[in-house]
């Protein structure tokens, strides 16, 4: 597999605030495209596609607060808006 993402995927130094990271298309896939800027914190899990898929049947996603009512298949508690505003605090503080 000839694909940088998977042989350099670290690009941002663990001691300073991350710069840049690799973008990925709607599907969780990498592009081979680096973006010079901060991931939006966002639940995804890049993997390679599968070699072959047996129908398109979705997965039932599972709660997000193991039973503890935050979270139902009405209503999905979402907490990364909450994780980009203190991101956005954290670098305002840092200038």
Same mark, same amino acid.
């Given at each position: 597999?000839?694909?940088?993402?998977?042989?350099?995927?670290?690009?941002?130094?663990?001691?300073?605030?991350?710069?840049?990271?690799?973008?990925?298309?709607?599907?969780?896939?990498?592009?081979?495209?680096?973006?010079?800027? &901060?991931?939006?914190?966002?639940?995804?899990?890049?993997?390679?596609?599968?070699?072959?898929?047996?129908?398109?049947?979705?997965?039932?996603?599972?709660?997000?607060?193991?039973?503890?009512?935050?979270?139902?298949?009405?209503?999905?508690?979402?907490?990364?808006?909450?994780?980009?505003?203190? &991101?956005?605090?954290?670098?305002?503080? &840092?200038?």
């Amino acid at each position: 597999m000839d694909n940088a993402f998977f042989e350099h995927p670290i690009l941002n130094s663990p001691y300073e605030c991350p710069q840049r990271h690799w973008e990925l298309d709607a599907d969780g896939q990498p592009t081979e495209r680096i973006v010079e800027s &901060r991931r939006l914190a966002e639940f995804i899990t890049p993997i390679p596609k599968p070699k072959k898929r047996k129908g398109s049947a979705k997965q039932k996603k599972l709660g997000f607060d193991e039973g503890h009512g935050l979270s139902t298949e009405q209503q999905e508690y979402d907490p990364t808006p909450i994780i980009n505003e203190v &991101r956005g605090h954290v670098d305002r503080w &840092r200038a």
